[in-house]
């Protein structure tokens, strides 16, 4: 598997290194027409740290000063005013990241932006690294080790995924939420309560991302990662109240207005949501428009409600066992589906539950039959890989959103993985692994 994997990654780099070949050789209409598109979500971050530092944070939420903005931003880029507007969607607190990015010209605070980014994305890939578990060797020579080969691909594969190459490429804050979300999950693995729960609560940058990871954490880990995620919401709260007053209050109440006029202006945006309400939206949007807005939301809720209910039965039965990757890596892939606002390219999170399904397989050792069921997982987390590289361009034919069925599979057997990961299961497992450890021991 390792090998085929390796494979895979030489393929789809050829693949991207082509594309982007081409791009520089033929380049599309927008670029000609005047800049090259790249990171244009960041303008709605560099505006927010601009009025922070200016002292006007109470327009954070207004949209007709992000009209302006971006029309000014436009102008002196040379792109189109239609392509660029969007509103900063994340919590005040938030924009003091881009204050200091705000005092560089745009070109300078993008590409600062950028290697901040890179940097998080490292250290997230370290963390995740660190998951993958050691082999014993009997040799009595050796001593167990981390195959590099097996390290190596965590990275290798993500830096070749589309969602990585779009947040580089639209300048997002995915690797800030993929880091976060890394430091959570490793220190859940080890139980280090507070240390998860302060690094969950940080999560509330991206307020629904948090509840979906605080919630079922808390359940299992205890009153102790409550209060890590506590120390930390409280201090964003505090930092906030301190330093941009009455801005809570304004993106509480602007929130669902901005979110639903950006959507308004670029009706797109429903097919680039990996939810069931994007999904539904764009299933609907081909019949009527009328009957999307009307109907979707309802039906995405009735799609939702199983997930959550086997979510539900998964919290129940991995709260007292002491290993609970299948809970965690069941909760990340099926978040996407629940969640209100998720965009394709923050499906990079999902390298999580695949990089604790790959730390099972190599655990379960050569000795050990994959059963069908996971077999068929495996095969599709490689199709939804394969698949998202052409997605995009997908979606702009059919108008249907394909990777979010494909990511229903995906949660839909995690979960019941995760169901009957019960403690007889979990002590199999840990039995195969002291085993394994005590014959290396002994021999040597």
């Known amino acids: 598997m390792r090998s085929k994997l390796w494979k895979g990654f030489s393929l789809v780099a050829l693949f991207i290194a082509t ?6 050789v033929m380049p599309s209409k927008h670029t000609a027409a005047g800049g090259n598109g790249f990171g244009m979500d960041y303008i709605a971050f560099y505006r927010a740290g601009t009025l922070v530092h200016t002292g006007h944070a109470d327009r954070l939420y207004d949209l007709q000063d992000t009209i302006d903005f971006d029309r000014d931003i436009a102008r002196r880029l040379n792109l189109s005013a239609a392509s660029v507007f969007g509103p900063f969607l994340n919590p005040p607190f ?6 200091p990015l705000a005092t560089l010209n745009y070109g300078q605070s993008l590409f600062a932006w950028v290697a901040l980014n890179i940097c998080c994305f490292a250290g997230a890939a370290a ?3 660190r998951i993958i578990p050691q082999e014993y060797d009997l040799d009595p020579n050796q001593d167990p080790l981390r195959d590099w080969r097996n390290v190596a691909l965590v ?8 969602p990585f190459i779009q947040t580089i490429g639209h300048a997002q804050d995915t690797f800030i939420s993929l880091l976060l979300m890394s430091w959570a999950v490793v220190c859940w693995r080890e139980r280090r309560a507070v240390s998860a729960g302060i690094a969950a609560g940080l999560l509330f940058y991206k307020p629904q991302l948090a509840a979906v990871v605080i919630l079922p954490m808390v359940f299992t880990l205890g009153w102790h990662a409550l209060a890590g995620a506590c120390i930390s919401i409280e201090s964003l709260i505090l930092l906030n109240t301190a330093s941009l007053p009455g801005t809570l209050t304004k993106y509480r109440l602007a929130l669902a207005p901005n979110v639903q006029y950006t959507l308004a202006f670029h009706p797109y945006l429903w097919q680039r949501h990996a939810t069931f309400n994007g999904f539904w939206h764009g299933v609907l949007g081909m019949v009527s428009p009328a009957a999307a807005s009307s109907f979707a939301s309802y039906i995405a809720i009735f799609c939702s409600i199983p997930i959550v209910i086997g979510l539900i039965v998964c919290v129940w039965r991995n709260r007292k066992n002491g290993s609970r990757d299948r809970l965690i890596a069941a ?3 099926a978040a996407p589906l629940i969640m209100p606002y998720y965009l394709d390219y923050d499906l990079l999170l999902l390298s999580i539950p695949a990089v604790l399904l790959a730390a099972e397989m190599i655990d379960r050792g050569p000795a050990q039959t994959m059963p069908r069921k996971d077999a068929w997982l495996i095969r599709l987390w490689v199709g939804l890989f394969l698949l998202l590289l052409i997605n995009p361009g997908l979606t ?3 108008h249907v959103n394909l990777s979010v069925p494909l990511l229903a599979a995906i949660a839909g057997l995690s979960i019941a993985r995760a169901a009957r990961a019960d403690e007889s ?4 497992i840990n039995s195969f692994n002291s085993q394994s450890a005590q014959l290396w021991q002994s021999a040597a």
């Open 155 to 162: 990275p290798a594969l993500m830096v070749v995924s589309l």
């Open 396 to 398: 702009s034919v059919l």
């Open 127 to 129: 963390l995740l690294c």
């Open 94 to 99: 938030f924009a003091w990241i881009f204050a």
């Open 425 to 428: 299961q979990i002590s199999d």
């Open 331 to 333: 909760v990340i892939a």
């Open 19 to 24: 594309l982007l070949i081409s791009s520089f």
